[in-house]
Nanobody, 116 residues
Framework: VQLVESGGGLAQPGGSLRLSCVASGFPFSQRFMTWVRQAPGKGLEWVAKIYHDGSLTYYADSVKGRFAISRDNAKSTLYLQMNNLKPEDTAVYYC??????????WGQGTQVTISS
């Protein structure tokens, strides 16, 4: 399993970023996927989740209405569109693959910094 995130960077409050996660080594189109973040000095927080076929999505209250998770199964790629960014969105963002047996795989993460 390999998960490679990209698209992070520095943005101003109110700005937008789009994160990508390219997956390989497993049948991406069959798997539920999650974006998770970790802010400085804080624990992990799940941000958004998406069904294998994109039919259902879930969002943390902290990002609802501002972030959108999507996927392109033909490209084995997961996305996170982040709009109206706030300083509290500053974190390392990871895509996560989980299995029912408890196994979990993470990418290396991409840093998102929101500052004026």
């Amino acid at each position: 399993v390999q998960l490679v995130e990209s698209g992070g960077g520095l943005a101003q409050p109110g700005g937008s970023l789009r994160l990508s996660c390219v997956a390989s080594g497993f049948p991406f189109s069959q798997r539920f996927m999650t974006w998770v973040r970790q802010a400085p000095g804080k624990g992990l927080e799940w941000v958004a989740k998406i069904y294998h076929d994109g039919s259902l999505t879930y969002y943390a209250d902290s990002v609802k209405g501002r972030f959108a998770i999507s996927r392109d199964n033909a490209k084995s790629t997961l996305y996170l569109q982040m709009n109206n960014l706030k300083p509290e969105d500053t974190a390392v963002y990871y895509c996560k693959l989980s299995f029912a047996d408890g196994r979990a795989f993470w990418g290396q993460g991409t840093q998102v910094t929101i500052s004026s």
